[in-house]
DNA sequence: TCCTAGTTAGTGTTCAATCACTAATTAAGA
DNA sequence: TCTTAATTAGTGATTGAACACTAACTAGGA
C-alpha cells in the first residue's frame, strides 16, 4: 500500500528519521537504506527528494540550525542579569544538546570533519554566532559590575563552550549516564564564580538546580 | 625490488603510516591499501602484520596511550607549584596533539564511537587517567593554597579538560589556523585565575609562553 | 634449507546512485 | 462536471566502486 504524500512532508519526515537514527546508528554507519525504512520508503525514494546524500546533510545541518537560533532567541529575550541570561543560554543549549543527541554525534562525525565540507562550515558557523552571543553577554556582565573585567570576554566565552563541549564529549562517551542540563549547570557556577569579582562575592552559594 | 623488513620493523612503520594518514585522511577514509603504499607493500602484505584491521587501530591505541604516559611521566617529574605542574601537564598535552593530530580526530572517529570496542575503551581510560592526574594536582593545589578550595577538584579537571577538548575541536574545525599550545596556556591561565586565591593574588601577569 | 615477509589473484559485502517504469495527484478544457 | 493530459512521488532491479579479508604461491636471508 503506497502512501504518498507531500515532498515537503516527505522531506522533513526523513529530516526528523536522520536525526533520530543518526543518534542510534551513528552518523557515520547511517545508511540511505535506514532512513529509507524508518521512513516508509525503498532507499531510491530518498534520492528523489534529496539527489545526493550530502544535501540530506546538509538539510538536517539547517534543521539542527534554526533549533539552535530559536532557542537562542528564546533565551536571549529574558532580561535579568547579563549572567543570567549567559546561565539561561548554556542551559537552553544543553537542554537541546539532550534532547537531539545527534547534535554532538554529527559535531563528531567524519561526515562533518572529513567529508561534508558545506555541513563543516555550517556548523562552523553555528559555533561561530554562539560564541559572539556569549561574548557579547559576558562584555555587558563585565560592565555592569557582575564580572571582572581583566579577561577578553572572547577567552571567556571559548572557556564556557568548551565546558559545553567538553561536557558533551564526556556525556558521549560515559554512555550518558548523568544529567547533561544539571551537571552542566553546576560547572557553570564554578566558572562563573571564577569569573566574578573578588571572592566571597556573594553569590558562592547560588544553586541553579 | 622487494624490501624485506623484520616484521617489528614493520610494524611500527605501519602505525606511524597509519598515525600520519589518520590526520590526513581521517580516521574512517582510511584504507589499508592507503597505509600499504604509504609504507611500500601490497594491500594484503598489512594484513600479514595485523590479521584484522581492529588489530591495527589496537595497536595505534596502545602506541598513542604509551605516547601520553611518556609526557604525562615528564610533565609529572617536574618538583614546581602544583598549579605549575598543571600547567606542564596540560602544555605537554597540547604539544602532542599538535604534533600527532591524528588524536583527536580518532578520538572522534566512528572506528571509536561505534564500531571498535576495544579502541574506545583504551581512550575512556586514558581519559580517566589524564583526569585523575589533573584532579590530584588540583587538590594539591588547594592544599598548598595556591588555589581555593570551596570547590570539588574533580569539577575543576572536568573544566580544565573541556578546556582542551574545547580548543581541539575548535582547532580542528577551523582548519587549525592557530596555535594550539600558545592559545591553550593563554586560556588556561586566566582558568587558573578564576580558580585563583582571592582578586590580585599576584600572578595575574604570568606570562607562560 | 627452511622459515617467514611479501606477492598475485580473487571473494563477499556494503553502499550510494541510476534507470526505466508505475501509480497517485492535479489541472485544463469540452 | 467529467474526461484526459501533464506532473510528480515512489518502486524494482541493477550497477559500479570501495573495502576488508583470504588462499595459494614466491623469494630473501640467517
New binding site residues.
Given amino acids: 500500500m503506497?502512501?504518498?504524500?507531500?515532498?515537503e512532508a516527505?522531506k522533513t519526515e526523513i529530516i526528523n528519521a536522520t536525526l533520530r537514527l543518526a543518534d542510534k546508528l551513528g552518523p557515520d554507519?547511517?545508511?540511505?537504506?535506514a532512513i529509507?525504512d524508518a521512513v516508509?520508503?525503498?532507499?531510491?525514494?530518498i534520492?528523489?527528494?534529496f539527489?545526493?546524500?550530502?544535501d540530506l546533510w546538509e538539510a538536517v545541518a539547517a534543521r539542527v540550525g534554526s533549533m539552535m537560533e530559536t532557542r537562542w532567541e528564546k533565551a536571549r529575550t529574558d532580561d535579568a542579569l547579563a549572567t543570567d541570561r549567559i546561565r539561561a543560554l548554556i542551559s537552553a543549549q544543553l537542554r537541546l544538546i539532550q534532547s537531539t543527541p545527534a547534535i554532538p554525534a554529527i559535531l563528531f562525525s567524519r561526515e562533518l570533519h572529513s567529508k561534508n565540507k558545506g555541513l563543516r562550515s555550517a556548523f562552523f558557523g553555528l559555533m561561530s554566532r554562539f560564541h559572539r552571543l556569549i561574548a557579547d553577554l559576558v562584555t555587558q556582565a563585565c560592565a555592569a559590575g557582575e564580572l571582572r573585567n581583566d579577561f577578553d570576554p572572547d577567552d571567556a566565552a571559548f572557556i564556557i563552550i568548551g565546558l559545553v563541549q567538553g561536557l558533551a564529549v564526556r556525556w558521549s562517551i560515559s554512555g550518558r549516564n548523568f544529567d547533561l542540563t544539571e551537571e552542566g549547570s553546576r560547572l557553570l557556577e564554578l566558572q562563573l564564580k571564577g569569573f566574578a569579582l573578588g571572592r566571597g562575592s556573594g553569590n558562592g552559594e547560588r544553586n541553579v538546580s
Avoid: D
Fill in positions: 503506497r502512501v504518498r504524500k507531500s515532498a516527505r554507519r547511517l545508511t540511505t537504506e529509507a516508509g520508503l525503498t532507499q531510491p525514494g534520492f528523489r527528494h539527489p545526493k546524500k550530502q
